[in-house]
Nanobody, 124 residues
Framework: QVQVVESGGGLVQAGGSLSLSCTVSGLTFEYYAMGWFRQAPWKEREAVSCIKWSGDSDFYSDSVKGRFTISRDNAKNTLYLQMTSLKPEDTAMYYC?????????????????WGKGTQVTVSS
């Protein structure tokens, strides 16, 4: 049974930092591209950052480029997202997802395995 479990969300003041983790079990982690997506109330789920199975290619949305860093540890079946200089507009539910397809501009539809999410709230 595949399990995707996010952790690390919380409440932080604007300008602060948070680190998210996503632990995956039940699949061969190193075969999968991984991604962080977020969804704010009344908005569509959007890709924040994604990383190829090998870790040698990644993607960042324009809104987080330079502030967020994605990484993975295939030996630990874990995906990370280091978030710095957080802004109130980063407030959302953050989801971890896995997929077997990698594109330089990732498509949400390519990610077929999803976690339940972790809430990030940035206060002004």
């Amino acid at each position: 049974q595949v399990q995707v479990v996010e952790s690390g969300g919380g409440l932080v003041q604007a300008g602060g930092s948070l680190s998210l983790s996503c632990t995956v079990s039940g699949l061969t982690f190193e075969y999968y591209a991984m991604g962080w997506f977020r969804q704010a109330p009344w908005k569509e789920r959007e890709a924040v950052s994604c990383i190829k199975w090998s870790g040698d290619s990644d993607f960042y949305s324009d809104s987080v480029k330079g502030r967020f860093t994605i990484s993975r540890d295939n030996a630990k079946n874990t995906l990370y997202l280091q978030m710095t200089s957080l802004k109130p507009e980063d407030t959302a539910m953050y989801y971890c997802a896995a997929g077997l397809t990698w594109r330089p501009l990732p498509l949400k539809a390519d990610f077929t395995i999803w976690g339940k999410g972790t809430q990030v709230t940035v206060s002004s």
